[in-house]
């Protein structure tokens, strides 16, 4: 028996009764991937220059294949969330405002640490 939601499968469509949680979901899905202005985004790329600093080209050689396999998977899921049909999607899921303002929160977390962190100062000190 197949619990609903536990399949990549099982999210397509889920753009259709679910926008919001939808785009809480896609949105902790790029800020694990990496995608900027996401907090993700600065702390990876904030490892990649620590290591480039103490010259261990290896290790970041094999970090960038691994968060470029790692987003492709994330993508996959976001594209089952939005843009693949199904006949059967998940049905809405009703929350209160409890848990709706805790997502809020923890979006806009992700999002204003990455716009307000100082990195893009620090990432435009290192071009001059």
Same mark, same amino acid.
């Given at each position: 028996m197949t619990i609903k939601g536990e399949n990549i499968n099982d999210y397509k469509g889920f753009y259709k009764n679910n926008r919001g949680?939808?785009?809480?979901l @896609? #949105?902790?899905?790029f800020s694990?991937?990496?995608i900027p202005p996401t907090a993700g985004f600065f702390g990876k790329f904030f490892l990649l220059?620590?290591?480039?600093?103490?010259g261990n080209y290896l290790l970041i050689t094999i970090a960038a294949l691994n968060m470029v396999i790692s987003l492709y998977y994330y993508l996959k899921v976001i594209? @089952? #969330?939005f843009m693949d049909a199904?006949?059967?999607?998940?049905?809405?899921?009703k929350t209160s405002w409890s848990p709706r303002i805790a997502m809020i929160i923890c979006i806009a977390g992700i999002i204003i640490t990455g716009l307000a962190s100082g990195a893009y100062?620090?990432?435009?000190s290192l071009v001059k």
């Open positions: 949680l939808s785009w809480v @896609a #949105i902790a899905l694990l991937g990496g220059l620590a290591g480039a600093g103490k594209k @089952a #969330i199904n006949d059967n999607p998940i049905e809405q899921v100062q620090y990432i435009h």
